[in-house]
């Protein structure tokens, strides 16, 4: 995972490179109707991460207090889960052209991440905890294609600002060793998210983009997360709050897309 997020951190900045050419070179105009697929990598702003840290400690804990011998005690160990969710997303949709520069998009997606840790008791037994995010997504997206006169490098619009309106569809949820719960479906949607995308390669009706963005997502469920970690806090039944959790944060993404209905004209790059 660290070699895919490495080689997607150098993907923006070389792309910004362009080569000089002393001829006139013609760029295609995107397609007026193409498929995508997009993935890059996500850190999820998942802040309940804490509750199953805290569980575990609580674990940990008793398994110490079990050891009767010295050698007990050393045996005892734990893995603690990591501060950061990170997640390879991955999208699929349709996009169309209605009006020059401007472009529609409906795609749906699916994001996944597992996070698990071992303990280790006195008799060196391992006991393995988890919990997993995952979400299917519906989005519908607007992109504007940046004019060379705000934003460029050639004389070609390669800059793009996009933003997205999201929907969570059914098996969205999280699901750990002690149990599951499950999203409430939204009409009005679960949030949005915003990137800046530039075009870097083409070819034929081939074209790469990427993007640099940021999501806001909450998602809201009926069940509570006493259902899938343990809360060693009290509360009263009146105080408990249904579960919600957060699924935006930072993406660095890479999309591909293949034009199917190619627009008519071809804008010339001068050198």
């Known amino acids: 995972m660290r ?11 070389l792309c910004l490179w362009a080569k ?10 995107p397609a007026r109707l193409a498929f ?32 009767r011998t010295e050698a007990e005690t050393l045996a005892v160990s734990r893995q603690t889960f990591q501060k950061v969710n990170l997640s390879i997303p991955l999208y699929a949709g349709i996009q169309v052209q209605p009006f020059e520069n401007h472009f529609l998009s409906l795609g749906t997606g699916f994001i996944y991440d597992d996070e698990s840790v071992v303990l280790t008791d006195r008799n060196s037994k391992s006991h393995h905890y988890s919990y997993t995010l995952q979400a299917i997504p519906l989005f519908l997206e607007y992109r504007l294609a940046i004019p060379p006169s705000i934003i460029s490098i050639t004389d070609a619009s390669l800059f793009s600002i996009s933003l997205r309106w999201y929907w969570m569809l059914p098996g969205t949820e999280i699901y750990s060793t002690w149990g599951k719960i499950e999203s409430k479906p939204s009409l009005l949607g679960n949030g949005f998210g915003i990137s800046l995308g530039y075009l870097i390669a083409s070819w034929k009706s081939f074209k790469i983009y990427g993007d640099l963005g940021f999501n806001s997502i909450t998602i809201k469920s009926d069940g509570y997360f006493e259902d899938i970690v343990p809360i060693y806090k009290e509360e009263e039944e009146s105080e408990k709050e249904k579960a919600r959790w957060d699924l935006g944060g930072l993406q660095l993404q890479i ?7 190619e627009s008519k004209s071809k804008t010339k790059i001068e050198p």
Do not use: H
């Open 3 to 13: 070699r895919l997020f490495c080689l997607l951190c150098l993907a923006l900045p």
């Open 20 to 29: 000089e050419s002393s001829s006139v070179e013609e760029r295609p105009e």
């Open 36 to 67: 995508f697929l997009q993935s890059g990598v996500a850190f999820l702003g998942f802040d309940d991460r804490d509750k199953f840290q805290e569980a575990t400690d609580s674990i940990y804990k008793d398994l110490r207090e079990e050891a």
């Open 255 to 261: 999309r591909i897309s293949f034009g199917v209905l």
